[in-house]
């Protein structure tokens, strides 16, 4: 379920990266936060978002730290 939630959560992510040229960035992170009248829908897409950013973070610090911790041959 978790990288059911990170992979829409990327796409999200995308989505949100290229409405910042459109609409501006204080735009876009108004559509991510949920207002006041959110539903459940609207915390789980802020949620989902979130954890692709960390799910592709520790991604790419265990691709580097890998690399680095490598014997050379």
């Known amino acids: ?3 059911a939630l ?6 999200l992510g ?3 990266a290229v ?3 459109e609409v501006g960035p ?3 992170l108004a559509r991510l936060v949920p207002g006041p009248e959110a539903t459940a829908w609207h915390y789980l ?7 692709a950013l960390f799910a592709w973070t520790l ?4 691709v580097v730290v890998g690399r680095r911790v ?3 041959r």
């Open 1 to 3: 379920m978790a990288w």
């Open 6 to 11: 990170a992979l829409w959560g990327t796409l």
């Open 14 to 16: 995308l989505s949100l």
């Open 19 to 21: 409405s910042a040229f």
């Open 26 to 28: 204080r735009e876009t």
């Open 45 to 51: 897409n802020a949620v989902a978002v979130l954890l």
């Open 59 to 62: 991604l790419a610090t265990s």
């Open 70 to 72: 490598r014997p050379e």
